[in-house]
């Protein structure tokens, strides 16, 4: 299992969460961070991960961006700071004329600058992050600046990414549904089924009646 498989089922699942996107990152400007500050735990892998709470198949109860930690050392991974994806506020590809792992994020109460592990997996992680803000938000979506043409949109593969729970809420309610109308045809047979005994028993008994007089 990689390690955004891990964080899923170990961070998200749990909570009745699903991991829509992630990314690696580190920081572009070193905070100085008291050693305390990390639990004395070393060196760590920073992940930024987008996920989404759904209860209904139209959209998620809530979306949030967090941050997870993975420290020397341990399998595990630690939620540090989560927000709201209605926090967000902007939205920086640092260089909107070549692929670069740069990016900023621009928060109600914070602002981190970071560089993903590839240019590739922070362009996976704009396209799913860009399309959840455009079909989940409906007021104060985040600010894209200087970001290439191919993660705002137009033929993007993943496109659909951040649609992956939805269509599997839709697939399950019409898959109940369609159950549910067999067995309300199921139930009707029978009923009829019963009538239909009900009526010959009663023909039979008048008919034994008429005979017996």
Wanted: glycine fraction near 6%.
């Amino acid at each position: 299992m990689n390690a955004k498989s891990a964080i899923s089922k170990e961070i998200f699942a749990p909570h009745d969460e699903r991991m829509l996107g992630a990314v690696q990152v580190k920081r572009r400007t070193k905070k100085k961070i008291p050693f305390l500050a990390t639990g004395g735990q070393g060196e760590y892998l920073t992940y930024i991960c987008l996920s989404g709470k759904f209860m209904t198949n139209k959209k998620p109860a809530q979306a949030s961006i967090t941050k997870v930690k993975q420290f020397e050392g341990s399998s595990s991974f630690v939620r540090r700071t989560q927000w709201m994806l209605e926090q967000l506020r902007q939205v920086n590809g640092i260089d909107p004329n070549r692929d670069s792992p740069e990016f900023d994020l621009l928060f109600e109460n914070a602002f981190d600058q970071w560089v993903a592990n590839t240019a590739s997996e922070k362009c996976t992680f704009f396209q799913v992050l860009h399309h959840t803000c455009q079909r989940y938000l409906t007021d104060k979506k985040p600010e894209f600046i200087n970001c290439q043409s191919k993660i705002m949109g137009g033929n993007s593969i993943l496109h659909s990414a951040a649609d992956s729970v939805t269509s599997a809420v839709q697939k399950a309610s019409q898959a109940l549904n369609e159950r549910g109308e067999r067995l309300g045809r199921a139930e009707e047979k029978t009923e009829e089924l019963r009538n239909s005994a009900q009526q010959f028993a009663e023909t039979a008994h008048k008919v034994r009646f008429q005979q017996a007089k």
